[in-house]
């Protein structure tokens, strides 16, 4: 076996390159693409609220109707390989972003550790710290804006 064939397709791979399976592995579950954001008009800075997706399983930071989603809520997102540099609202710790950036994934992520404890136990999770949409009025987005994210 040879050097490269010894490292983890993360990091022999562009993200286009990648397979269903890998790109979806990619994924560390964190669940903070989920989360509602607004868009200041002036600065055009991004920010993330603590309001949930109504179909976000919050204690498992999954996706209830993944394969749907898209007929469910238009405006969620299926990312693509070519479009992760114009995502700018991606959170910093997203491995698409990251890899995308030429950076590593971060020590806690799943393919890493092999489970999600170091994700969860870092605080980099929405597990516990957000609310359904289907409680909050949309034009109180703004009340409860986030600084953890």
């Known amino acids: 076996m040879t050097a490269e064939q010894d490292k983890p397709f993360w990091e022999t791979k562009t993200l286009a390159d990648m397979t269903p399976a890998e790109w979806e592995a990619l994924c560390d579950g964190c669940a903070k693409c989920c989360l509602h ?17 109504r179909y976000l399983d919050q204690k498992k930071c999954r996706c209830t109707v993944y394969e749907t989603r898209k007929r469910l809520v238009p405006d969620c997102i299926k990312l693509e390989p070519g479009e992760i540099s114009e995502l700018h609202w991606m959170p910093g710790t997203c491995a698409y972003r990251l890899l995308d950036e030429g950076r590593p994934l971060p020590v806690w992520h799943p393919l890493l550790t092999g489970d999600r404890k170091a994700l969860v136990e870092t605080g980099n999770s929405v597990s516990g710290k957000v609310i359904s949409e289907d409680h909050v009025h949309e034009e109180g987005f703004d009340e409860h804006i986030i600084h953890w994210v």
């Open 37 to 53: 954001k607004l868009e200041d008009e002036d600065s055009g800075m991004i920010h993330y609220t603590r309001v949930a997706c």
